[in-house]
């Protein structure tokens, strides 16, 4: 059974940082290539961040470049996405997404499994 479990999220002022950490199991993790998404209230669910299989390639939506960073461990089968100067846009439910295995990180359709999200609510 394939878990995706998000951690990290929480309040915090503007260009304050958060670590989400994504602890996943049940697939071959170091064959799949990781994903980040987001989603504000009533807007689409957007890609943010993805590694490619093996951590060899990063993508980065424009909006987070230069402030986010995501990597990963394949010894404990872990990704993360570390957020630095957070701005109220960046608020959201944040989604751990995997089975990424080619085509475009940003496309939801491309990522076969999902984590239940993590809330990131970024307020003065």
């Known amino acids: 059974q394939v878990e995706l479990v998000e951690s990290g999220g929480g309040s915090v002022q503007p260009g304050g940082s958060l670590r989400l950490s994504c602890a996943t199991s049940g697939f071959t993790f170091s064959r799949s290539g990781m994903g980040w998404f987001r989603q504000a209230p009533g807007k689409e669910r957007e890609g943010v961040a993805a590694?490619?299989?093996?951590?060899?390639?990063?993508f980065y939506a424009d909006s987070v470049k230069g402030r986010f960073t995501i990597s990963q461990d394949n010894a404990k089968n872990m990704v993360y996405l570390q957020m630095n100067s957070l701005k109220p846009e960046d608020t959201g439910m944040y989604y751990c997404a995997a089975g990424w295995y080619g085509g475009s990180y940003e496309n939801r359709a491309h990522y076969v499994y999902w984590g239940q999200g993590t809330q990131v609510t970024v307020s003065s």
């Open positions: 590694i490619f299989i093996g951590g060899e390639s990063t």
